[in-house]
């Protein structure tokens, strides 16, 4: 599977002032209702451009808010009818679901091709009751929320969390790793850089190169798109080594969770619908998710339940790699034990260090 960046036109800006629409106006919150006035738009977009800093060249505004315009109208029709899943105007609000995925996310993978899992581990049952609640944030075993930014690198942010994770539960030590070593050096093991990669590719890599190097000696530099740069590895730079990997028994959610009490989890998931593109907080189910049209690598940190919610308060803690003003904080809670939601458990694999 390839997690495959495509490339993007920036939205970088020249200064812009929308002073027509900012005409004695003052920034306002999402209005209640579910029809809304041009007026309330426009507040409404002049709200949301002050909060994330945006600045759109003159030809692109008018695009721009569109665009805005049809996510404010998905938000809320979507929040007036869905009570477990808040939508919210993330930092995608202004693009189209086909430029998000095409920015952000990778072609998609139908993982239903795939063959019997030949390389790796499977692992063990797990012995005794499994706990009612897994977090390794609490544990001091997850680094903060990175930013892939605009590079096709989700797989290697993926990679570096899982093995961040197993590293600092067998030595104490939490070290933010190299996901730019994996960009630029793991091309022989059919990784892509900004093109894509799987996360079995980067553990083969870091396995037989003898280790990986930190986020500090060898710094994330792709995330305007540029994957070019030569290897710079130094060996003797090296803080971090696995031995082996572990697969998950693909689609056996009740095996991911025996697996993730023992550390971070690298999986794949099906990322594409607008309703991930503008999560903002709550257990996230969409009925159109796939359990085998994967485009997203992602780091599942823990699980938990919510009983607020009833049959359905089972959730699966998942990291993501767009910063933390997307979702909760950088996190997305994932609806779990329902029927393998959106691929959590097809394409799971563990470092071992």
């Keep these: 599977m390839y997690f495959t960046k495509v490339a993007i036109k920036s939205l970088m800006v020249v200064i812009f002032m929308v002073g027509m629409l900012a005409n ?62 808040v939508l919210g105007l993330t930092q995608f609000a202004d693009m189209t679901n086909d430029e998000y995925r095409a920015n952000y996310l990778g072609t998609v993978f139908d993982a239903s091709d795939l063959m019997p899992e030949t390389e790796g581990l499977l692992h063990q049952t797990y012995i005794g009751d499994l706990p009612a609640s897994v977090d390794w944030r609490q544990q001091g075993a997850v680094t903060p929320v990175k930013n892939q930014a605009q590079c096709g690198s989700c797989w290697s942010f993926s990679t570096t969390g899982s093995l961040e994770g197993a590293h600092q539960i067998r030595t104490g030590n939490l070290v933010s790793l190299s996901e730019q070593q994996l960009i630029e050096c793991s091309w022989a093991y059919g990784n892509q850089g900004c093109n894509g990669g799987l996360m079995d590719s980067a553990f083969s890599y870091i396995i037989h190169n003898g280790g990986i190097m930190s986020e500090e000696s060898y710094p994330y530099t792709s995330g305007a798109g540029d994957d070019n740069g030569n290897c710079k590895f130094d060996s003797s730079q090296v803080v971090a080594t696995m031995s082996t990997f572990a697969n998950v028994t693909r689609g056996d959610e009740n095996n991911l969770a025996q697996v993730v009490v023992s550390g971070p989890v690298s999986i794949a998931i099906d990322a594409g619908h607008q309703s991930f593109q503008l999560y903002k907080s709550g257990i996230y189910y969409e009925s159109q998710c796939s359990s085998y049209a994967l485009d997203h690598g992602v780091l599942l940190v823990g699980y938990g339940t919510d009983a607020s919610q009833g049959r359905h308060g089972d959730y699966w803690i998942v990291k993501n790699s767009w910063a933390d003003s997307w979702g909760q904080q950088g996190y997305i809670l994932m609806a779990r034990n329902r029927q393998n939601h959106c691929g959590v458990a097809t394409m799971a694999s563990q470092p071992l260090v």
């Design 24 to 85: 004695g106006m003052s920034a306002a919150a999402i209005p209640s209702t579910t029809k809304f006035t041009e007026m309330q738009y426009r507040s409404a977009f002049i709200n949301w451009m002050n909060q994330k800093g945006r600045l759109y060249a003159s030809e692109d505004f008018g695009t721009r808010y569109e665009n805005f315009k049809a996510n404010y109208d998905f938000i809320e029709e979507w929040n007036s009818k869905n009570s477990q899943t």
